[in-house]
């Protein structure tokens, strides 16, 4: 029994790390408009993937800094501590150009970790952020039950402004899953078009030797909301065929994604086919009869 806890808390721990690239490596359409009520139905689709992808790096933040060995040797230096302490840290091999400063509860939990970017710098992964967001932990992120609370101040990725609440919650209970949520999300765009979000997905390990990560396959669930404040115009996605990411394959290479496009009394169903397992960037927008293949940047 020791020996098979032991292996999940390794393969939990290794999860919590490959799962970066999956977030950070999510497409996102950037399609031109086809015309009418199919062109305004592609161009909210792309709004979403990438307000989702926006989110997405607000999991990778955490997921890096969680992951940063210093914080974890503070926690472990005032286990037991009966006063609180602040400390300053710094970004995991200096990934992030970020200040951060880890707030700890008598030696234990929660803990509140702020990641400031001030007026903005870009990052070793080439992003330009601005602006803090301040994660409260119920734990390690590699324990299973933990819940991670973002709350952001003035933070934009890309020009892109986020607000409400981002949750991470490890739900590991057989194979290592982690599940997302943002609440009373709103997204600020570089032309200030103004969206409203939320959406929820779990990001679940689904094969693989737990011996060798190069090997392991993912599959994602879940879907989103997203409002344009300015038009009224509504889409709503979902996962209807698990999404597939290889470790081995930059892009998600397989599965659907649904979406019905509303405004008024309009309403445009379409799917989002990312394909057959193919390592490849490229995804299928089918509208009605009409398609569209499309490259996807990333």
Not at 4 to 12: D, P, Q, R, Y
Not at 116 to 122: K, M, Q, R
Not at 130 to 141: A, E, N, R, V
Not at 290 to 296: D, F, G
Request: glycine share 10%; proline share 2%; hydrophobic share 35%.
């Amino acid at each position: 029994m020791k020996t098979k806890t032991t292996i999940l808390k390794i393969t939990t721990a290794l999860f919590v790390m490959a799962i970066v690239s999956i977030t950070s490596c999510k497409k996102d359409s950037n399609s031109s408009p086809s015309g009418g009520n199919n062109g305004a139905a592609q161009n909210m689709s792309a709004s979403g993937a990438t307000s989702d992808g926006a989110y997405d790096d607000v999991f990778n933040v955490a997921v890096e800094s969680g992951n940063d060995q210093s914080i974890d040797a503070i926690i472990s230096r005032n286990s037991g501590v009966t006063t609180n302490g602040v400390h300053t840290v710094t970004g995991i091999n200096g990934f992030y150009c970020a200040t951060e400063t880890l707030a700890t509860t008598a030696g234990t939990f929660p803990d509140t970790l702020t990641v400031d970017f001030g007026a903005g710098c870009t990052s070793a992964d080439g992003i330009l952020r601005s602006g803090s967001i301040t994660y409260y932990f119920s734990g390690k992120l590699s324990t299973p039950g933990t819940t991670i609370t973002a709350k952001f101040n003035n933070y934009a990725v890309a020009g892109y402004q986020l607000g409400g609440t981002y949750t991470i919650r490890n739900t590991t209970t057989g194979a290592p899953s982690l599940t997302t949520a943002v609440t009373d999300g709103t997204i600020t765009t570089p032309a200030d078009s103004s969206y409203s979000f939320s959406g929820s997905k779990t990001v679940t390990l689904a094969s693989g030797s737990l011996t060798d990560i190069s090997t392991w396959v993912f599959n994602i669930s879940g879907g989103y909301t997203i409002t344009n404040n300015n038009t009224s115009e509504n889409l709503t996605a979902s996962v209807t065929t698990p999404l597939e990411k290889k470790i081995a394959c930059k892009f998600i290479d397989a599965g659907v994604l649904a979406f019905v496009y509303t405004k008024g009394s309009l309403t445009v169903d379409g799917t989002l086919n990312y394909g057959d397992g193919t390592c490849d960037n490229s995804a299928v927008i089918s509208i009605g009869t009409a398609t569209k293949t499309i490259t996807l940047p990333w």
